[in-house]
């Protein structure tokens, strides 16, 4: 995304309705990132680059969590 990113856009969306749930779905697995996404609205983090070699099961139960009101990181962090 030009001039910004994903978990900008989410921060702006959970301060704007906040009934909204979230999920990062993100290549980095750095740990700082990772936090920094939950602590700007983030209910959930999936892997990309697991989902792009074809494993969509984190994403599912990522989505599934985080529609249920639970949060989601995926194994790899």
């Given at each position: ?44 983090d ?21 529609a ?7 194994a790899?962090?």
């Amino acid at each position: 995304m030009p001039g910004t990113n994903g978990v900008n856009v989410l921060e702006y969306w959970r301060e704007s309705w906040p009934q909204i749930r979230g999920i990062v779905f993100s290549g980095h697995t750095d740990v700082d990132r990772v936090r920094g996404a939950f602590q700007r609205g983030a209910l959930g983090d999936v892997f990309k680059g697991d989902v792009f070699k074809g494993d969509v099961s984190e994403l599912i139960d990522g989505i599934w969590a985080v529609a249920t009101g639970e949060y989601f990181l995926s194994a790899r962090f």
